[in-house]
């Protein structure tokens, strides 16, 4: 590719960009060739091994990384002390659920117990050929450091890597891979080397979600999870507000609730966690970091946040305008601070930075994009006011000129990059629900190429953050739920950048590249000339179960490219809610379905108009006739809230469907915005969602 | 004057970190549901955030409670916990003194050494527990006794109910019916004076209460259950003992207060007037013959005065814990005291007798309104189960 708005996140797993992807028309590398570089070839297979693999950590990734290696033969080691509690065997069920029975029967019987005292490894592994170390025990310098040596010392050539949450490679004298909480199904690691390497390519070529960071101690998440928790504890040290309320007011200003996830986690292991990693950033970066004596208390009694159950709180806590304002400083300022010191340190691509944050430690809006929001000037006054209140944290790490590129492209696209060859343009959406900033960026992605002089467009995943398209940000309806104009401006403006895809490129492409696209996403990629999907890729429009009417023309621009014969199969999608796979929608819903090699060279074909045999479906810009308003077979609603749902979304169809493509824009995104305010969407999922989240 | 020294020369209570919740009458409020020691810990620490004291500057914590709750065996100790803040501390009570007995115990503690001392009294009337206690003596062998009433009909050392009390003093004194219903009045008007001036506000904190779901479950707001009354209808209400009536005695509510007990220094630190200095300079108890309580707080009284030198003149605010207005009328005598200028901000025979908090909000308010006044000394009194009286002195400056 000629020229990307800002570097694209898999260049940094040394894997080129994703135009080159499609240029080639496959993926950079392969799952069997890394397995055959980092295990061994077939037949000399050597096995992983994962130490305190009984632990939370040790237990998730085995799980994780055995259903992924198992099918290539990799046996797996599973390395504890004698009297370590089983933290295997718990997983079993969920593998059952996962994999059914046979699959999780596999992977257990993949899985080899090994016992050791901790100073001598067991005579057997010799014959499992261990050739990946995944350590995660203890997070103690001198017991890690000396584990290393007696791996090292029988297996020279082992390579090694670190689950550490605190200590940088530089200390331990390996690399760092460091997972994030469910281990079990959490894809995110990141990854400390001083070059990319083929174990973290691996874990790319897996499905998994490798991000290289920089080597610093503790790392991206650690920083943000073990800093909000901190933030929570301060405003709690100046408030007495309980936890239990302090996590709430936080999730409905970030999303996170740090300390139910502590207690989530287990207490025992988390407090000190969060303690070892402030304790270490403190004593390097000053008191913006230093552990409160509450947590000092916790780390050694392991204590849970929330009260026990027979003390569910009584007194519930409010905060008037001068106390929110207040709330808002003890917690967004060390945030802002911390984050500071990370762009200062550029500890890691800004993309990263931002969607750690989204995908490990449940912020609804990443901290890069939330300071985006409120401008530099708002973020620097917010760190002065915090110090205001907490002087001791102005002393150190406090980087206010980090915030002075704002305006740059890596800053202003964290979700959506776009690239190009000076012929065909790639757009990479590296979030897996459309919110708010994902419209402006795409929006911004899109201006850029025709700026640049771009006709041909292809749209998809960025191949890497991002392994699915699941929809709408429902959290992004809130304000549509009481005020009809908010959720009308939400699917106008979304279906106008939707439609830009249609009106403004010569051809563009909708590439689904991951397992699912659903729902708004769908809607964004329809908008597209031509979809091409991986063949098992899952494609729904789930709104009906939530329920809220599609607000980015589902319900009449997929029935104004389908054949009529076909319009039942799409009332079936919007009403049933149930998704089809690609291979089964090609030709009414999307135009082409294969592997992925396939798709990626099928999609470089249309775009750069080569010869593809697919013809163009046109969009019918008139009313439809005979849209029809029920599908036989449709099981019966089985409550009030889905009778009312299914007909709404049909009234949507009807109306949007019988008007003129000018008209339809404007008609479904009236249905849409009216149907949020009902009781039916206010008592549904968008609705439950409101209220725990944003009324506390 | 010259004998009014301090009691506790180490201990101040800090002003403005105090805070006491509505007192709803009984069964009409969401107290009613609660586990009442849990909910006077999380309401402290509530109202301990909104006066800007860290809950981590208590050092000890000296509750107060007469009825039993859940968990009660577990005291201080627990309710610190509900509080947030794992402080040692004791469970005391004196019934209807409890209030005003634990701010004392506290200086107490303030004086033996600790910094800061946290004064936490509740009781939950409403659904009190229901005791079964083998009695081998009885010829029903056991008894199931309602803790409350029960306890309110029954004085076991002289056979009496606390109503019969007040008639017995009444008639001892010759109250007439007239002064004890217009006294009745005067507090009412004192009372909902107070409340409409915005008086009540710097003292009483409206609390949230949730449900096991974390739902609301009710809002105290208000001591629910008072209502202003005219002289006209507490002169027609059926007299059931020599001038006690429905108007004439208090009623039982549920409800909590607190306050902060500290060194001279850690008050300063505290309070968001520094300035302002309160002091305990004396204290009393006396009891008198069988079933004459309501008039051993005036023998209290007078022995504390006599204690310290002073004179009724020499008091800028007067305030009492009232169940019966017989109280306040032989108070009037016996000191030859014009009792409209006591009780000026409400008092206990209007805002209900919670039991545990009511002296403590009874000091609370004291303390503001001698803080209005520019300062002076503060004279707190009341009665108590056994014919007991009950008076303390604080001065503010």
Redesign the interface.
């Known amino acids: 590719m000629g020229k990307t708005m800002r570097q694209t996140t898999l260049e940094t797993l040394g894997l080129g960009t994703v135009g080159a992807m499609f240029r080639h028309g496959r993926p950079p590398v392969t799952s069997a060739d890394l397995v055959d570089r980092v295990f061994g070839n077939s037949g000399q297979r050597g096995s992983m091994v994962i130490s305190g693999a009984n632990g939370i950590v040790g237990a998730g990734k085995t799980m994780q990384l055995g259903a992924r290696l198992e099918p290539f033969g990799v046996r797996m080691v599973a390395l504890d002390f004698p009297n370590a509690p089983d933290g295997i065997g718990k997983q079993y069920p969920g593998l059952v659920q996962a994999f059914g029975p046979d699959g999780a029967n596999r992977i257990m019987a993949n899985i080899t117990r090994m016992n050791y005292d901790g100073r001598t490894l067991p005579g057997e592994l010799k014959q499992m050929r261990p050739r990946f170390l995944l350590e995660a025990i203890p997070e103690v310098l001198d017991v890690k450091r000396a584990h290393y040596k007696i791996f090292r010392d029988a297996f020279p050539d082992i390579e090694i890597r670190s689950v550490t949450s605190g200590f940088p490679s530089s200390e331990l004298g390996v690399g760092i891979a460091h997972p994030a909480f469910p281990h079990e199904i959490n894809k995110i690691w990141e990854v400390v080397e001083p070059e990319p390497s083929p174990v973290s390519q691996l874990l790319w070529a897996l499905g998994l979600i490798p991000v290289p960071v920089s080597d610093h101690w503790s790392f991206v998440l650690d920083v943000l999870f073990c800093g909000v928790t901190l933030a929570g504890l301060r405003y709690h ?6 936890f239990w309320k302090v996590d709430k007011f936080v999730r409905k200003l970030l999303g996170p609730n740090p300390f139910r996830a502590h207690d989530a986690i287990g207490a025992q292991g988390a407090n000190f966690l969060t303690w070892s990693c402030l304790h270490h950033l403190a004593q390097r970066y000053g008191a913006v970091f230093t552990p409160s ?2 947590l000092e208390e916790r780390k050694t009694t392991g204590q849970n946040w929330y ?1 026990p159950n027979h ?8 905060l008037d305008d001068g106390r929110a304002a207040e709330f808002q400083t003890w917690i967004l300022g060390p945030m802002f601070q911390m984050t500071s010191l990370m762009l200062h340190e550029r500890r890691g691509h800004l993309a990263h930075l931002n969607a750690i944050g989204e995908l490990c430690a449940q912020f609804r809006r990443g901290i890069l994009a939330v300071m985006r929001a409120a401008g530099p000037d708002a973020v620097i006054e917010t760190v002065e006011a915090y110090h205001r209140l907490h002087p001791q944290a102005a002393g150190a790490a406090w980087h206010p000129d980090a915030f002075a590129s704002m305006e740059s492209p890596e800053w202003q696209q964290l979700y959506v990059n776009a690239e190009h060859d000076d012929g065909v343009g790639v757009v990479t959406i590296s979030r897996e629900s459309y919110n708010g900033d994902v419209d402006a960026e795409l929006n911004r992605a899109l201006d850029w190429l025709k700026v640049e002089g771009i006709e041909r467009v292809i749209l998809t995943g960025d191949f890497h953050l991002s392994t699915q398209l699941v929809g709408a940000d429902t959290a992004e309806f809130y304000p549509a739920l009481q005020n009809a104009d908010a959720g009308y401006g939400i699917a106008s403006a979304w279906s106008r950048t939707a439609r830009r895809l249609n009106d403004e490129f010569e051809v563009s492409v909708a590439c689904v590249n991951g397992k699912r696209c659903l729902g708004g996403m769908l809607e964004l990629l329809m908008h597209c000339h031509y979809v091409v999907a991986v063949d098992d890729a899952q494609l729904g429009m789930p709104e009906v179960t939530l329920p809220v009417v599609p607000g980015m023309e589902g319900c009449h621009w997929p029935f104004r490219k389908a054949p009529s014969d076909d319009w039942p199969k799409l009332l079936q999608l919007l009403l049933g809610g149930r998704p089809v796979r690609a291979r089964d929608a090609v030709g009414w819903l999307i135009d082409y379905a294969g592997s992925l090699g396939d798709v990626l060279q099928t999609a470089w074909t249309i775009a750069s108009k080569g010869k593809h045999g697919l013809e163009r479906r046109k969009v019918e810009r008139g009313a439809l006739k005979g849209v029809p308003t029920d599908v036989p077979g449709l099981p019966e609603p089985d409550a009030p809230v889905a009778f009312e749902a299914r007909k709404a979304i049909v009234g949507c169809i009807q109306d949007a469907c019988g008007a003129k493509l000018g008209d339809a824009l404007a008609v479904q995104a009236k249905r849409s915005a009216d149907f949020m305010t009902s009781k039916w969407c206010q008592t549904g999922v968008v609705g439950t969602e409101y209220t725990k989240t944003m009324v506390v | 004057m010259s004998k009014a020294n301090e009691i506790f020369p180490r201990a101040r209570i800090p002003y403005g970190t105090w805070g006491s919740s509505y007192f709803p009458a009984w069964q009409t409020s969401a107290l009613a549901e609660v586990n009442i020691g849990q909910f006077a810990g999380e309401a402290m620490n509530h109202i301990l955030g909104l006066r800007r004291v860290p809950k981590s500057e208590l050092d000890y914590l000296v509750i107060g409670s007469t009825i039993p709750w859940h968990w009660k065996f577990w005291n201080a100790p627990l309710v610190a916990s509900c509080l947030g803040e794992r402080v040692p501390g004791y469970h005391m009570e004196q019934a209807c003194a409890t209030g005003l007995q634990a701010a004392l115990l506290a200086g107490n503690e303030v004086q033996s050494g600790y910094d800061v001392v946290g004064v936490l009294t509740f009781d939950r009337t409403s659904d009190s527990p229901v005791g079964v206690f083998p009695e081998r003596r009885a010829h029903e062998r056991t008894r199931a006794l309602a803790d409350v009433w029960d306890n309110f009909g029954f004085d076991p050392a002289t056979g009496n109910a606390m109503i019969t009390t007040a008639g017995l003093a009444a008639r001892k004194y010759k109250i007439e019916r007239q002064e004890v219903d217009e006294l009745a009045y005067v507090r009412h008007k004192q009372y909902f004076d107070a409340k409409r001036s915005g008086f009540l506000d710097r003292v009483l904190v409206p609390l949230e209460v949730l449900n096991v779901q974390g739902r609301p479950l009710g809002r105290i707001d208000d001591d629910l259950g008072v209502r202003e009354l005219t002289l006209s209808g507490l002169r027609a209400m059926n007299e059931l003992d020599t001038c006690v009536t429905g108007g004439t005695q208090t009623h039982a509510a549920d409800g909590m207060a607190c306050l902060l007990v500290a060194t001279k220094e850690k008050a300063r630190e505290l309070s968001p007037r520094p300035e302002i200095d309160i002091q305990f300079v004396a204290k009393i108890e006396v009891r008198t013959n069988p079933s004459l309580m309501p008039e051993a707080p005036a023998f209290a009284v007078q022995k504390l005065l006599e204690k310290t030198g002073l004179t009724m003149a020499d008091i800028a605010v007067v305030k009492n814990h009232n169940p019966f207005a017989v109280n306040d009328a032989i108070f009037g005598k016996l000191l030859d005291y014009d009792w409209s200028c006591m009780n000026k901000t409400g008092s206990s025979l209007v805002w209900g007798h919670p039991q545990g908090p009511t002296l403590t909000r009874i000091m609370i308010e004291a303390l503001e309104e001698a803080v209005d006044l520019g300062g002076g000394y503060v004279l707190l009194f009341g009665c108590a189960a056994g014919d007991v009286g009950i008076a303390a002195l604080l001065k503010v400056s």
């Open positions: 040290d100046a408030s007495n507000m309980p004596a509450v009260p003390f569910r709180p009584l007194v519930d806590w409010k």
